[in-house]
């Protein structure tokens, strides 16, 4: 159910700017989310931050959420938008329910509506500020893929958004295999959230493992990752350096 | 397109809303700017939905008022189809169907507070988007950039009203202190199964903070509270 607040003022053109809603910035938003296919299914990795600009606002918004009986969906980007695309996704669910017919929405149907909805909004220019990433099992099955707020949509073995784009696929490249265990999967996943919480100012250091296998959702309670900062070369950086620069010599060495 | 992503809207005025054992406690400032100037120095920034859930409103005056207003209006209908107070969980989401679907002409963040017999007391915070977060206290406007540090420190599980009430007004007291756009009175609104009591803190009853000195009528009378002038024969 939608209600814009109605507004007269006559003037066509002006209207133009204001009658179509777009979504210019987004205020709220979640940062990446790192997504593996492993030996049983899918397993999802996200923090629990919500960030308000460089402000980290939110810290216990659940950014992975079931969808049906055989999907996880997770989500970056602006969280209002999640939360309507939930919204979406409940009246999708409830319609294939109300068909009482034994079928039930799979994880590549679940991403194609989305793909759908969210290439039509980008066409209108009033995208879903989101990154969704969509994981899933259905008779055997695995299925892992993302779609981006322009619509770009597509599967793979091992997904991630934002910052583990940069940061967590080169480390997924190098070291996903086919058939990872539970355990070895839940540490590849670390490893990547561990990298992004060093490197990603929006990482917050509270996070959940989500899995899906045939059997059904889990999420994991929220927890936190140890940190390393024990490195000889972390402990005086600057000794021995001549001014600022962190080391012996500093850019005078280049002078002389 | 332009992306703005660090640099939020800031917006005029301090707005808590804090969850204790059996309700909540919502907190204002009472500053309302025009710019440089202060329009209202005594305003009432903690609205009433229904008799059981009120709103801490924050951000534009306007656009603050015109969303309570038809939410007020579209809760009175509800609770005459329901036959019961509606819950605090259907006035937040209300709240959130006009922020998010006008996200882009409304410029306000609010902090929907009440209790209920089903949840207890409950608060909601909706900031600018329109995301709902259901949190056990909230804070909002400029003025909460001020407090993110206070509340990780003081915030407990379990208070009791009164430690609320005083967690309250010491929040909105310290943020007044620094915030340009906050400022004048304290009001606090405590809601619970028993009902809702208004409360009013003037800004001579507040503690003093760092370099804040006590008021005096003049200084006429530190003078002479000093004693006789040296070198008076």
Request: with cysteine; charged share 20%.
């Amino acid at each position: 159910m939608t209600f814009t607040i109605p507004i007269d003022n006559g003037d066509a053109l002006k209207n133009a700017e204001t009658d179509s809603q777009r979504t210019l910035y987004p205020y709220v938003t979640g940062t990446s989310i790192v997504a593996i296919k492993y030996k049983e299914g899918v397993l999802m990795a996200s923090d629990m931050g919500g960030s308000y600009g460089s402000t980290l606002r939110y810290k216990n918004i659940e950014r992975v959420k079931a969808i049906g009986k055989h999907s996880l969906l997770g989500a970056s980007g602006e969280i209002s938008d999640f939360q309507e695309i939930l919204r979406y996704l409940d009246e999708l669910v409830l319609n294939d329910n109300m068909w009482d017919d034994g079928n039930s929405l799979g994880p590549k149907e679940v991403h194609n509506y989305l793909t759908r909805v969210m290439y039509n909004r980008r066409n209108k220019f009033n995208p879903l500020w989101n990154t969704l990433v969509l994981g899933g099992v259905k008779n055997g099955q695995s299925y892992l893929g993302m779609v981006s707020m322009i619509g770009v949509s597509f599967e793979d073995n091992h997904v991630a958004t934002g910052f583990g784009n940069h940061l967590a696929r080169p480390i997924l490249r190098d070291e996903w295999h086919a058939d990872l265990s539970f355990e070895d999967g839940v540490k590849l996943l670390e490893k990547c959230m561990r990298v992004l919480l060093y490197r990603d100012r929006s990482a917050i250091n509270k996070l959940q493992i989500s899995k899906i296998t045939e059997e059904g959702v889990t999420v994991s309670q929220p927890y936190s990752l140890k940190t390393f900062w024990e490195f000889q070369a972390f402990h005086n950086p600057t000794a021995g350096a001549q001014g600022s620069c962190g080391f012996p010599g500093g850019y005078l060495n280049e002078i002389f | 397109m332009d992306l703005n992503l660090d640099a939020p809207h800031s917006m005029g005025t301090t707005i808590i809303g804090v969850t204790y054992n059996g309700g909540v406690v919502l907190g204002a400032d009472s500053r309302t700017s025009t710019g440089m100037y202060v329009a209202n120095r005594a305003s009432d920034k903690i609205t009433q939905l229904t008799d059981n859930v009120y709103v801490c409103r924050s951000g534009s005056a306007a656009d603050s008022q015109v969303v309570s207003d038809y939410v007020r209006y579209f809760l009175h209908q509800h609770t005459i189809q329901l036959g019961q107070p509606a819950t605090v969980k259907v006035s937040a989401n209300l709240i959130r169907m006009l922020a998010y679907n006008n996200k882009n002409m409304l410029q306000t963040g609010l902090i929907v507070g009440g209790w209920d017999k089903y949840e207890g007391g409950k608060i909601y915070g909706i900031p600018l988007g329109g995301t709902v977060v259901e949190q056990p206290f909230a804070i909002e406007g400029s003025g909460s950039s001020y407090l993110y540090g206070f509340f990780d420190l003081a915030w407990k599980e379990n208070m009791t009203k009164e430690e609320a009430e005083q967690l309250v007004v010491k929040a909105v007291s310290l943020a007044i202190a620094r915030d340009g756009a906050s400022g004048g009175v304290v009001r606090t609104v405590i809601i619970n199964s028993e009902g809702v009591t208004r409360n009013f803190y003037p800004g001579d009853k507040l503690q003093l903070w760092h370099e804040e000195l006590e008021p005096q009528n003049s200084l006429l009378d530190i003078l002479n509270a000093a004693g006789p002038e040296p070198m008076a024969m």
